[in-house]
């Protein structure tokens, strides 16, 4: 862990493994972290945040600026270390840790660059203004399947806005997490960066229970955000939910096949369909349906498996054997149904070692089932031919979930109809799963409260303060008593 500037076990007598997804071989055991190093590290934060909070934006954007720095200095190790414990190729882990780091440079300088807000005062002799304060200590709770940006995306702004911070990682993935800690976070005061590792109810529920933790920002699944906000109602505090995604694409009838079903394929398939904004659903005009689907298998049949590390690899292993057979059993459970497989839906033959899973087109689905439905978080796309651009938003927006949404058309109606009726918080034209620094991302309905990225994700991690100041301090004729005549 890395509690208050130093690497330490803490508490903590007990350790877990680290398993490398390819190859199921064990890569480090990691401190089992307990409530007394949540404590401690809670402790840290709060004793940093005074001095923290009152360091002039330009100090605390050098700041940020030396840990992109630091981070660039270790650019390759990183990204060799996050394929080793998360398993996506190295090229997509190439873009994770660049995005990383320029996350830092972009919430340095939006920061430094802040205004604040003088607003007109109800009467001459006041002055009214706005302030953005930091919340104080804030818990980073985070998921494995993009365990640097994801922590990025909430680290960066966090400490460009004031505030100091307790990170939990993912137990699955918590060694890039840890070696950034060392060799990029080390020169911010003590305190103001902690690590605690572990198990979500031995250390996340702490920090969410801990009266002195006023904001809790978390990417992760829709059900432990949900535990995690009841804990957190009892005491007010700030959420951050970044949650689960069940993203459909539209694909309409003038698209070239061929750029389409390459671009659907990255969406569907990168980091192995698990991204909380895959596309998970796909819609078809029937025009182009059999054409469409018969392109899509034949490419996605070719693409190549293998470990991460490797040049040639197109698609890695999936984290864990429990979500392999979580996806196994959507796709079984669709094909008992009458869905047909296209291509893959099993575990490939040639591979006894690591987490791996065919890349799957079903067709022949429909809305009762499971896998057009429920998160799959795996490499599978099922696709529905529909009859006119109604039944395709209709199709679209028939889910609990609303984080992002694709469209693939040159048609300007379309595409017009399509961003103002679609419910998502964020809708692709033509280009799936693109971010941008100054974008705001998150999601509507069930996928979470709040966005990150952009000013949006810089205004998450401060709390306003109206200041109404009387300069002349005279007496009020509205103040009591009533009635009184001067
Ligand atoms: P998860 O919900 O299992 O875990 C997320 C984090 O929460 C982990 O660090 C875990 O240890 C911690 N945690 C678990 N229980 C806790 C508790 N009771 N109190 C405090 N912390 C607790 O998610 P995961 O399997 O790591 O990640 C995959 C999920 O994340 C998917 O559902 C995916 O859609 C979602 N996700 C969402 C986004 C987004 O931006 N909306 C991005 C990536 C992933």
Same mark, same amino acid.
């Given at each position: 862990m890395w509690i208050n500037g130093k690497l330490t076990n803490g508490n903590s007598t007990e350790s877990f493994p680290v398993i490398n997804?390819? +190859? =199921? =071989?064990?890569?480090a055991e990691v401190a089992r972290g307990t409530p007394q190093d949540a404590e401690a590290a809670v402790q840290a934060a709060k004793a940093a945040f005074p001095e923290w909070r009152r360091t002039p934006a330009n100090q605390r954007a050098q700041a940020l600026h030396r840990v992109a720095a630091d981070m660039r200095l270790h650019h390759d190790e990183l990204v060799r270390l996050l394929t080793l414990e998360e398993g996506k190729p190295l090229p997509e882990n190439e873009e994770e840790i660049w995005w990383s780091e320029e996350t830092f440079d972009y919430y340095a300088e939006l920061a430094r660059h802040q205004r604040g807000v003088v607003i007109p005062p109800g009467d001459p002799g006041q002055f009214n203004f706005v302030l953005h304060e930091p919340w104080g200590v804030t818990a980073c709770i985070i998921p494995w399947n993009y365990p640097i940006l994801l922590l990025m995306w909430k680290l960066a702004p966090a400490l460009a806005a004031g505030n100091t911070v307790v990170i939990k990682p993912s137990n699955v993935t918590p060694l890039t997490t840890l070696r950034i800690a060392e060799?990029?976070?080390?020169?911010?005061?003590? !305190?103001?960066v902690n690590v605690i590792t572990g198990y979500g109810a031995e250390t996340g529920e702490p920090l969410v229970l801990h009266? *002195?933790?006023r904001m809790i920002a978390v990417t992760g699944s829709l059900e432990v955000g949900q535990r995690i906000a009841s804990l957190a109602a009892p005491q007010m505090k700030k959420l951050h939910l970044e949650l689960g995604g069940k993203d459909p694409m539209v694909i309409a009838p003038d698209v070239d096949i061929e750029t389409a079903v390459s671009g659907l394929s990255y969406a569907a398939l990168i980091n192995t369909g698990q991204v909380?904004?895959?596309?998970?659903r796909v819609y078809v005009h029937e025009s182009i349906f059999p054409h469409f689907t018969e392109e899509l298998a034949d490419f996605v049949g070719k693409l190549r498996l293998g470990? #991460?590390? =490797?040049?040639? +690899? *197109?698609i890695g292993p999936m984290i864990r054997d429990k979500d392999r057979s979580k996806v196994d059993d959507q796709v079984q459970e669709a094909v008992r149904s009458g869905a047909h497989v296209l291509t893959g839906g099993k575990r490939p033959a #040639? %591979?006894?070692? !690591? %987490?791996f899973y065919e890349p799957t087109v079903l067709v022949?689905? *429909?809305?009762?089932m499971r896998i057009m439905q *429920? =998160? +799959? %978080? #795996?490499?599978v796309i099922p696709l529905m031919p529909y009859r006119d651009f109604d039944e395709a938003i209709r199709l679209a927006n028939d889910n609990q979930f609303g984080l992002g949404a694709t469209l693939m058309t040159h048609d300007a109606q379309l595409v017009k109809r399509f961003f103002e009726e679609v419910q998502a918080g964020t809708v692709w034209i033509n280009d799936p799963l693109t971010d941008n620094f100054a974008g705001p991302f998150g999601g509507m309905k069930m996928s979470g409260i709040g966005r990150e990225l952009g000013q949006e994700g810089l205004d998450e991690f401060t709390q306003v303060k109206h200041v109404h100041w009387d300069i002349e301090a005279g007496l009020k004729d509205f103040w009591f008593p009533y009635g009184r005549e001067d």
């Open positions: 997804p390819a +190859t =199921e =071989e064990v890569l060799v990029a976070l080390a020169h911010l005061p003590p !305190g103001v009266p *002195d933790v909380c904004t895959s596309t998970e470990n #991460g590390l =490797e040049a040639s +690899t *197109d #040639g %591979f006894e070692r !690591g %987490f022949n689905v *429909d809305h009762s *429920d =998160e +799959t %978080f #795996g490499p």
